[in-house]
Each structure stands twice: as C-alpha cells, then as structure tokens.
C-alpha cells in the first residue's frame, strides 16, 4: 500500500536511547518494527505499516515523565504486555483510573509510551 502523504501527518520520530542497538531490537522484538541500517551505518526503523519511520538517539534525556506521550497501537493489550516484557520493557501500573484500551510501559532506556488497544485489526 502507498504512504499517505497529507500536509500535517505525523511521519517521523526520535526516541532517546542509551543503547541504540538494544533498543532497536526491542521495538522490532516487541512490535515488528521494521529496522534499517542506513547508507552511513546508523540504524532507523520504519513501524509495520510503513507510515511512521524514524531513529533512536543518544544524547538525550529519556522521555520518562508524560509530556509529550506517543502511543503504539495494538491488536490484542495481554499479548503487547507479554510482548513488552518478553522484550526486556517494563508495563508501568498508572496512578489514574484509565480507559481499558490505554495503558502504558517503559522501553530498554526508561522512555514512557502508551499503548491503545484498537479492537478488530
């Protein structure tokens, strides 16, 4: 299928990491992220659909505090859990009463992302 290129669509992120490569296969491990090894050796991803690439990056700080808050969406939330965890992620339990199709985890370098739970895909 052919990428959607609409003005304002969202298309590329940078995610703070500590260790590129463990994160890397994290996010291919937990959510079949697609990883990239670019022409100038540094390591990109595209997500399944290929609508949304981007890279991890050190340097900077951990997105450990909901600020800005990405979330990956899912199929099945029990499985993306087991996933998460199996992967070396870590689910975090929310101070705040949540929806069911919302929840939260933390990757390989402390980041806070959110999953959402979409029924039927």
């Not at 890397?24 to 290929?50: H, L, N």
Request: with cysteine; proline share 8%; net charge negative.
């Amino acid at each position: 299928m052919p990428s959607t290129l609409v003005n304002g669509k969202i298309c590329y992120v940078e995610i703070p990491a500590i260790d590129i490569q463990r994160s890397a296969e994290f996010y291919a491990e937990a959510f079949g992220w697609v990883i990239i090894k670019r022409g100038d050796g540094s390591t990109a991803f595209d997500d399944p659909t290929g609508e949304v690439s981007g890279t991890w990056v050190v340097g900077r700080p951990a997105s450990a505090e909901p600020g800005l808050l990405i979330f990956i969406m899912v199929a099945n939330m029990a499985a993306a859990a087991a996933a998460i965890s199996s992967a070396g992620g870590e689910v975090v339990p929310w101070l705040t009463e949540e929806p069911p199709e919302i929840a939260r985890f933390r990757d390989p370098a402390g980041n806070l992302i959110g999953l959402y739970h979409q029924p039927g895909i």
